[in-house]
């Protein structure tokens, strides 16, 4: 499917289950999302969407642009060329939630972007991408994202794992996960961000681990950071196991 304009596919229901399997998305032409789901008004939405083995490429805006309280499943997804490869937020007062496996996000603006959310995330990469590999921004005050990151791979990105940015509470939790060759840094807590890092491996990047401004930088002391530019800046809190 290639629209010449606007959404390749709008899902606009509520207390729904929906799936989308197998699909090959291009918006080369000019499309602006891949799959967008705007639920309608009725809060919550309690609707269940599920993104199975589809290939979203070419996209100025979002690959799946889920905007509305929900909650989305994603597994064996490839999303190349687009603004955001997957974009998690939620209405006001309702968070989604997302649970996501084998992702491969390459070429894209940003891969992973988590506003008003709850998302896990595993066994996905994300490579190339011009801004950001995996993201929970919280851009609203009085939002917050929630991401976690098991056993992913951040590789040539602007920035690898990023926690804050936004007016709203960013917390990241990466675990098992390779951050390289970024451009800049590889993990980061920033404005509004806390990190927590375990049994991480972190190298041939512009900065590896990274506390600024109010971010909150955790490690559980398992992580190899070795082989980058600057290996740490700001103060990384070191705790042990429970």
Not at 48 to 58: A, D, F, M, P, Q
Not at 90 to 96: E, K, M
Not at 128 to 156: E, I, K, P, R, Y
Not at 158 to 177: K, P
Request: glycine share 14%; proline share 2%; with cysteine.
């Amino acid at each position: 499917m290639a629209p010449t304009s606007g959404d390749a596919i709008t899902v606009n229901v509520d207390n729904a289950l929906v799936v989308l399997r197998g699909l090959t998305l291009n918006g080369s032409l000019g499309g602006n999302n891949g799959i967008t789901f705007t639920g309608q008004t009725a809060s919550p939405s309690n609707t269940r969407l599920y993104v199975e083995n589809c290939v979203i490429s070419g996209f100025s805006g979002n690959g799946v642009n889920f905007v509305r309280d929900g909650t989305l499943f994603i597994s064996e997804l490839i999303a190349r060329e687009n603004g955001t490869a997957i974009f998690v937020d939620g209405s006001t007062g309702l968070p989604s939630s997302a649970s996501i496996d084998h992702a491969l996000m390459e070429g894209n603006f940003d891969g992973l972007r988590v506003d008003n959310a709850t998302v896990a995330i595993r066994n996905s990469v994300a490579a190339h991408n011009g801004d950001t590999g995996f993201w929970a921004h919280a851009n609203v005050s009085g939002t917050t994202a929630d991401l976690s990151a098991d056993n992913c791979q951040a590789s040539h990105n602007g920035d690898g794992f990023y926690a804050g940015g936004g007016a709203g509470t960013s917390r990241l939790m990466v675990s098992n996960s390779v951050a390289s060759s970024s451009v800049s840094y590889a993990i980061i807590a920033i404005t509004n961000g806390t990190v927590r890092a375990s049994n991480n491996t972190v190298t041939r990047n512009n900065y590896g681990f990274v506390q600024a401004s109010n971010g909150v930088f955790e490690s559980r002391g398992n992580n190899t950071v070795r082989g980058n530019n600057t290996e740490t800046i700001g103060t990384i809190t070191t705790f042990g196991p429970m």
